[in-house]
């Protein structure tokens, strides 16, 4: 999927290191930000919604009920940490990211 510093494994669940952008044209990968995955979402940043909109997001994404997503740091900030419970899917989009940034590097 992606490098280590962008996610981790933990016993079947998969730990997604994001940086969200609210308020954009489109939910969608977007590429990395530093060390972590790039996530534009379309909700503004008030009353939760950007993170209820990123949670519902990466659910379809990966194949998942929502309550399977759980925001497990950065509900304040764009730098957040999302743990999905058993993945089903690895979105098409982050792989085409990922495999881009392998040709690059050689």
Not at 16 to 31: R, T
Not at 42 to 56: E, P, Q, R, V
């Amino acid at each position: 999927m992606a490098h280590p510093d962008c996610y981790q494994w933990q016993d079947g669940n998969l730990v997604l290191f994001c940086h969200i952008q609210p308020k954009a044209s489109a939910n969608e990968f977007a590429g990395r930000h530093g060390e972590r995955i790039k996530i534009r979402i379309m909700a503004a940043a008030t009353d939760g919604k950007a993170n209820a909109g990123l949670i519902a997001f990466v659910a379809t994404e990966f194949g998942v009920s929502k309550q399977r997503v759980t925001l497990s740091a950065g509900s304040q900030s764009r730098q957040k940490t999302l743990k999905i419970e058993g993945p089903v899917a690895i979105p098409e989009a982050l792989t085409n990211i990922v495999v881009a940034e392998l040709a690059q590097q050689g």
